[in-house]
């Protein structure tokens, strides 16, 4: 909720200082930079369990595009991302720290239905292969040893859907609101403990998911694109 509120101040901000004379030019043949930044952290809670466990996940994500025009109604771009990952997890028996990172690159299409001269919705779909990174720690309360380090690497190939609502400022800036509706992914993983030299395979496997209204509200992302 702290991610939402922060973008809606800034929403407010850019609705405010913008000109009121702006007027949506013709965007077809017209190429577009955009990046998207998106942060949320969230707290859950286990108490029904016996271990009484608690984890905290806060992610930050920064996903720039190069986008060209092929109409007004039509986009079609190639997408780099990156994404920061910090998981916590604590129970009686033990406390886990875990980092990982994703670099991403695939191509995109959107299309876009226009309310007026400012507004307008659009359908993003997008096919991503990302490299992931991953670093863990984990500190058992009793028993020996103590401290188990282990690092992660893995690949993953997704298709998404994403619905956005853009805002066109001026002939040059927009500003975009965009969340995670759908994605299917395949996903490759192995992992070794921090002594080993070499990485055994740890799990593979193919996943949908269709996101439900909480998660929306945790993957919305704010957008400014430059038109050129």
């Known amino acids: 909720m702290k991610s939402i509120r922060a973008y809606f101040v800034l929403f407010s901000i850019l609705c ?7 007027q949506i030019t013709d965007l077809q043949k017209k190429w577009v930079l955009n990046a998207n930044i998106g942060y949320n952290d969230a707290v859950s809670k286990v108490n029904q369990t016996p271990l009484h466990n608690q984890i905290y996940v806060r992610n ?11 109409s007004n109604h039509l986009q079609v771009g190639v997408r780099t991302t990156f994404r920061n990952t910090h998981h916590e997890e604590w129970d009686v028996n033990r406390e886990q720290n875990t980092l990982s990172q994703s670099f991403g690159l695939g191509v995109y299409s959107r299309n876009y239905s226009w309310l007026s001269k400012h507004f307008g919705f659009y359908l993003e779909s997008g096919l991503m292969y990302s490299y992931d990174i991953a670093n863990s720690k984990t500190h058992y309360y009793r028993g020996q040893p103590n401290l188990i380090t282990s690092k992660g690497r893995g690949s993953s190939v997704q298709l998404y859907l994403r619905p956005g609502f853009t805002w066109q400022i001026n002939q040059r800036i927009a500003i975009d609101f965009t969340t995670q509706l759908f994605d299917a ?3 490759y993983y192995k992992q070794k403990p921090g002594g080993d030299h070499q990485f055994s395979k740890s799990e593979e496997g193919f996943s949908a998911n269709i996101s439900n209204s909480n998660r929306l509200l945790q993957n919305i992302q704010l957008g400014i694109s430059i038109f050129i």
């Open 185 to 187: 992914s395949y996903r």
């Open 16 to 22: 405010g200082t913008s000109s009121l004379q702006a």
């Open 60 to 70: 930050f994500i920064f996903s720039p595009t190069l986008g060209y025009f092929i």
